[in-house]
């Protein structure tokens, strides 16, 4: 089945010690998000990729960076975490970013991320 | 710019029992907006969706949801609750002209007594 992988599900970093998250899709999706989701709260926007330009937001800190080398693959690097980097970060994909707000995304199961 | 607002954070009801969990959206014209389903450990699966046409939209798992735009609401609603559903709905809205980007809901927790 065509999907969304996330690896790993659980990681434990140390404060300060650069991680990366990874994230492949099956879907062959043009646009890969990366979400972030705090305990009890909705998820929120770090940054996405449409095919291989880059779109940050604006309130994401310079802490977190993304990389995509190729349409399968998307990686999130936290430079420095920390304690309140802790969360669930959650990869999604989508067809064509320029179906304007109709296109489905599709997410991965998420990697929790623990600081220490 | 849009925002999302789920009243309800928990939510138990017996199993059998009809649900609605609320979802009201802020936006200045005709929204896109979503209903993602998240089960422990797992990631956000789409529920349903509306973009235009039919205001009641069908969706997976016997979830259907009504878009009324008078009361800026995007309800989502099941006649009959069974356990399986116990997990944390999202409500989420896109905006037209705005790429694919999703505004989320804080979500409810929804539990299913037996």
């Known amino acids: 089945d065509a999907m969304v992988i996330q690896n790993p599900r659980y990681q434990v970093t140390q404060f300060g010690k650069p991680v990366t998250l990874s994230c492949s899709q099956t879907?062959?999706?043009?646009?890969m998000y990366w979400y972030q989701q705090k305990s009890s709260q909705a998820p929120k926007l770090l940054f996405h990729?449409?095919?291989?330009?880059?779109?940050n937001e604006a309130d994401t800190p310079d802490n977190f960076q993304s990389r995509r080398p190729n349409t399968s693959f998307c990686f999130l690097d936290i430079r420095s975490p920390g304690l309140g980097d802790a969360a669930m970060y959650l990869c999604a994909t989508s067809r064509d970013l320029l179906a304007q707000g109709t296109d489905t995304q599709y997410f991965g199961p998420g990697t929790r991320l623990t600081v220490l | 710019a849009q925002s999302v607002t789920q009243p309800d954070i928990h939510i138990t009801v017996s199993e059998g029992a009809s649900l609605e969990l609320r979802c009201n959206y802020s936006?200045?014209?005709?929204?896109?907006l979503f209903w993602y389903v998240q089960s422990p450990g797992q990631g956000l699966q789409l529920l349903l969706k509306y973009f235009s046409g039919d205001t009641l939209v069908q969706g997976i798992k016997g979830f259907e949801a009504e878009f009324k735009r008078s009361q800026s609401s995007f309800n989502l609603r099941k006649p009959s609750v069974h356990w399986s559903d116990a997990a944390e709905y999202f409500c989420?809205?896109?905006?037209?002209?705005?790429?694919?980007?999703?505004?989320f809901g804080t979500g409810t927790q929804l539990k299913v007594e037996l």
């Open positions: 990729y449409y095919d291989k330009d880059f779109n």
């Open positions: 989420a809205v896109g905006a037209r002209g705005g790429g694919n980007k999703l505004t």
């Open positions: 936006y200045g014209a005709t929204p896109y």
């Open positions: 879907l062959n999706h043009n646009v």
